[in-house]
């Protein structure tokens, strides 16, 4: 760290004002909406329907990374003027501040998927789909949990080595400059070789795959959903059956369908542009640390698209509003001296 020039270790403008203004906003506006969404739940009798158990339990992933992430970069605004300096949390604070923001990070992946995977089920097998059905969310549920806490267990090299490096040679303009950078590395690095670390390399592959593989067989499947749905509501129509409660189920069904295929696509607009830019900085640390892109340029995108992403996990209650109206109906119930009536509205459990 002492052949480097420590001023370029300093926040930039662009940095300084996401730090303190932008990621202060995204984190006030994703605690808001999720509790909000949480809140109506609990508040509106009707809403408390096996589907916003999966809502429910996505909302604490994305709040909890928001709080995790965001308040981590504010920490370390608060206590040095070195973008990323990690300061003195030591190994423990390595591990398991990775820990906590991958583990949402990975549930929030894996909530998008079991949704589309649940609903897939429920309107393909609709019989098998409604026998315990709360009971199989508790499962699926506490394995999303389960599965997402493992997987981050096993990043633990990629960051378990933390140094504290010496800043040298700062020019005198700087008053009271930093003297220490801490960094958290993996367990494996040393500072005279530029060998592949196998650790960074799982863990890229496995951070990209679990986005990916999320986005693509969650849009596929409701793809097939929609396109079934559409089919059983023109049988009804050619019979006749408009106006009965089964069409009506039907279209209810088939609007949260719409309303959790929109969200699909919202996640995949808002968090493809940082995967796509770690898989370009996986490729150039491949490559030799070959720069695709103008460190400066790297720099400003990675921060954009890190907003980007905060963006998602605070938008998704607002896209249940927007493209749901029974979903806007809840919110207003919510907050309003009484709650929806049972009586005034149709129920779908499911």
């Known amino acids: 760290m002492s052949g480097a020039n420590p001023s370029d270790l300093l926040y930039t403008k662009w940095q ?3 730090t303190v203004v932008l990621m202060p906003i995204l984190l006030a506006f994703g605690l808001i909406t999720n509790f ?9 009798p009707d809403m408390r329907i096996t589907i916003n158990m999966y809502l429910m339990s996505l909302a604490v992933a994305d709040a909890s990374l ?4 965001i308040s981590d970069k504010l920490l ?9 300096d990690d300061g003195n949390r030591g190994t423990a604070g390595c591990i398991l501040i990775a ?5 949402s990070l990975i549930a929030s992946e894996l909530h998008i998927l079991i949704l589309a995977v649940e609903r897939y089920y429920s309107v393909c097998w609709p019989l098998e789909a409604h026998i315990n059905p709360r009971k199989r969310a508790v499962r699926l549920l506490t394995a999303i949990w389960l599965v997402s806490a493992t997987i981050s267990i096993s990043f633990t090299p990629a960051f378990a080595n933390y140094r504290l490096y010496c800043l040298l040679y700062w020019d ?3 008053v009271n400059p930093p003297e220490t950078f801490g960094v958290c590395l993996t367990v494996s690095f040393t500072e005279d070789t530029s060998d592949i670390d ?3 390399v799982y863990y890229q592959i496995m951070q990209s795959s679990a986005f990916f593989t999320s986005v693509i067989v969650s849009n596929f499947l409701y793809a097939m959903i929609l396109r079934r749905l559409s089919r059983v509501s023109e049988s009804l129509e050619n019979r006749g059956m408009v106006q009965t409660i089964h069409y009506r189920n039907g279209q209810i069904r088939q609007r949260l369908n719409r309303m959790l295929c929109f969200n699909s696509l919202v996640f995949f607009v808002l968090l493809a542009p940082f995967n796509i830019n770690s898989l370009f900085y996986f490729v150039s640390y491949l490559n030799d640390h070959k720069k695709l892109v103008e460190p400066h340029i790297t720099a400003i995108l990675d921060t954009a698209f890190r907003l980007l992403g905060y963006v998602n996990s605070g938008i998704n209650p607002l896209v249940y509003g927007a493209s749901n109206p029974r979903y806007r109906k809840a919110f207003v119930a919510a907050w309003s001296s009484r ?3 049972k009586s005034r509205t149709l129920v779908v459990r499911n």
Do not use: D, Q, W
């Open 339 to 341: 709650t929806l009536s």
């Open 16 to 18: 300084e004002t996401a």
């Open 76 to 84: 370390r605004h608060g206590t040095s003027p070195s973008f990323g």
């Open 172 to 174: 005198s303009k700087y």
């Open 66 to 69: 928001l709080i995790c992430s």
């Open 36 to 44: 909000s969404f949480i809140f109506m739940v609990y508040r509106v």
């Open 198 to 200: 196998g650790a960074i």
């Open 99 to 103: 820990f906590f923001i991958n583990t």
